[in-house]
């Protein structure tokens, strides 16, 4: 004898059946969770697990870029990873002061005796050229008062602190990958000449 209000039991063959197709017509991912829902633990666990591995790996890729820059110790400008990461520091911590486009700031090349220039542009019509690729990279590395005289205020900061090694180096090959042929060149010509020298 059931207790009163207990239903009729088990559902009838015939309403399984419809459950069960409900179930899976309503089942979300269609394709991928009726895929998922047939492999067996041990092939789920496989997956997950190579999943887990391939985002340890990016993970891990990432954290030592970020604390060795990479092993990249010099500015490759046609390196297309070295520079679009140079590309994403210098919109952080260099736009603000020489410009999205590397114009730098105006009146920058106006008389400034004492200092306290404005920041100067980075690539184009910019006398840049003058610098080699390792000046650049001092100048990011240490500040600009570290090269200038004591009686002139250099406002250009270093990132020493910030900046790993490679973090710079990335940032002199986006530089550089602004620049024209012609600047390419008149940098290459200034460094032979003062090799001579
Ligand atoms: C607070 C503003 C400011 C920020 C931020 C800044 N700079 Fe500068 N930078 C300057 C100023 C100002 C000068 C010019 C100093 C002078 O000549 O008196 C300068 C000069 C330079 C020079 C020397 C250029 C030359 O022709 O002598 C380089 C290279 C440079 N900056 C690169 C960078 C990079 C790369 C970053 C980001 C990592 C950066 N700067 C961030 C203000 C800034």
New binding site residues.
């Given amino acids: 004898m059931r207790p009163p209000g207990a239903g009729s039991g088990k559902p009838r063959p015939a309403m399984q059946r419809l459950l069960l197709e409900d179930e899976t017509e309503a089942a979300p991912g269609g394709l991928l969770t009726r895929f998922y829902n047939r492999l067996n633990t041990r092939t789920r666990f496989f997956i997950f697990a190579i999943l887990f591995a391939v985002i340890a790996t990016a993970v891990v890729t990432y954290i030592e870029r970020r604390l060795n820059g990479g092993d990249v110790s010099a500015a490759d400008p046609t390196n297309i990873a070295q520079t679009s990461f140079g590309a994403s520091?210098?919109a952080q911590?260099?736009a603000?002061?020489?410009g999205q486009d590397l114009a730098g700031q105006a009146g920058w090349d106006g008389d400034?005796p004492t200092?306290n220039?404005?920041?100067?542009p980075?690539a184009g019509d910019?006398?840049?050229w003058r610098?080699t690729d390792t000046d650049?990279f001092n100048?990011?590395k240490y500040g600009?008062q570290a090269f200038?005289p004591d009686n002139y205020k250099?406002?250009?900061?270093g990132?020493a602190e910030q900046f790993a090694d490679g973090d710079i180096w990335a940032?002199v090959a986006f530089?550089k990958s602004r620049w024209s042929e012609r600047l390419l060149k008149q940098q290459e010509t200034a460094a032979e000449a003062a090799e001579k020298s």
């Fill in positions: 520091l210098y911590q260099c603000v002061c020489h400034h200092g220039r404005p920041a100067v980075l910019s006398p840049i610098l650049i100048v990011i600009g200038s250099n406002n250009m900061p990132y940032v530089i």
